[in-house]
């Protein structure tokens, strides 16, 4: 069995370019598609996460889609379990596995020998009962500052998972290993997307307001009314926070529009700055068209 990884930031083509290779499996040798994605584990958000279609996956094998319900808790540590044993399923098939990577800590928990630190439900559940993000990075300088130093301040879940195991565990978050800050020899080949900054904002654009015709605020509407709920995580989710926010009186679906736009452009940069520290991967600027220019590379590791 054969590794590519196609990693990028938010609407960079990743999924355009997996697709296409799938479809050119009886040459390539059959092709199975591992997403990972944090959010696509979740059934019901479909729209919000650019999932694929259910004719895409009828076309191509797909795992790590729909793994729980929007109101369950989904860790890195599930995912990793899940996305190995895909992967050890494809290579007993003696397929090719194509993992589709915008979530830069779940791609790293699965194609690096990465030990992730246990799990403190009770902890965790006191922490995301925590509503000034600023006050649990303010703990985490004080406890971990290594730790707080690779953290974004908003970025609640990390905050929070970090601040887990150092409470949990009474270690450091930062003493586990060299973690996400290794980069050891692995079988796969990791290709990575790379837009000019002005042409992704547009295409970021785009796609948002394609999901808002697509429906989205009826999936969000749905997922809000289901007597099940959603978790914490799920409605932090890009797309859905801020039509959540929008549902419930905070401000009008225009301004949530504007704002889910504004905030997956700054995610997007998020995600470049995460798969920049990896010297492992091959860049392939793009100037136009995803497929067309990215293809060929796949192309020749898998001849």
Not at 34 to 51: N, P, W
Not at 60 to 75: A, M, R, S
Not at 110 to 123: M, R
Not at 245 to 271: K, M, N, P, W
Request: charged share 25%; aromatic share 6%; proline share 5%.
């Amino acid at each position: 069995m054969k590794q590519i990884v196609i990693l990028g930031p938010t609407a960079s083509g990743k999924s355009d370019v997996a697709m296409a290779l799938g479809a050119e499996r009886a040459e390539y040798g059959d092709i199975e598609i591992v997403a990972v994605d944090a959010m696509q584990v979740y059934r019901g958000m479909d729209i919000g996460t650019a999932k694929p279609s259910l004719a895409d996956q009828a076309a191509v094998p797909h795992h790590c889609i729909d793994l729980v319900g929007p109101h369950e808790l989904f860790t890195v540590a599930e995912f990793q379990r899940e996305a190995r044993a895909a992967l050890a399923g494809i290579a007993q098939r003696d397929h090719n596995a194509v993992l589709v990577a915008g979530t830069g800590m779940y791609l790293t928990a699965v194609i690096d020998n990465f030990t992730l630190p246990g799990e403190w439900p009770a902890i965790r559940a006191e922490l995301e009962a925590v509503t000034d993000i600023s006050e649990l990075y303010a703990r985490l300088i004080e406890i971990d500052p290594a730790a707080a130093a690779k953290i974004e301040p908003a970025n609640q879940r990390r905050l929070v998972r970090a601040l887990e195991v150092c409470l949990g565990s009474g270690k450091l978050f930062s003493s586990f290993g060299p973690g996400a800050t290794a980069f050891p020899e692995i079988p796969a080949v990791q290709i990575g997307l790379r837009w000019p900054r002005d042409l992704l904002a547009q295409r970021v654009e785009q796609r948002v307001h394609a999901m808002i015709e697509r429906g989205l605020v009826s999936e969000v509407r749905s997922l809000l009314e289901s007597s099940e709920g959603l978790s914490r995580t799920a409605r932090q989710a890009l797309g859905y926070r801020e039509l959540i926010a929008a549902l419930e009186g905070a401000c009008s679906i225009d301004q949530a529009v504007a704002e889910i736009i504004v905030r997956t452009r700054q995610f997007a940069v998020r995600q470049e700055r995460w798969f920049r520290r990896d010297p492992r991967i091959q860049w392939v600027d793009i100037t136009a068209d995803p497929v067309a220019e990215v293809l060929p590379i796949v192309r020749q590791h898998l001849a």
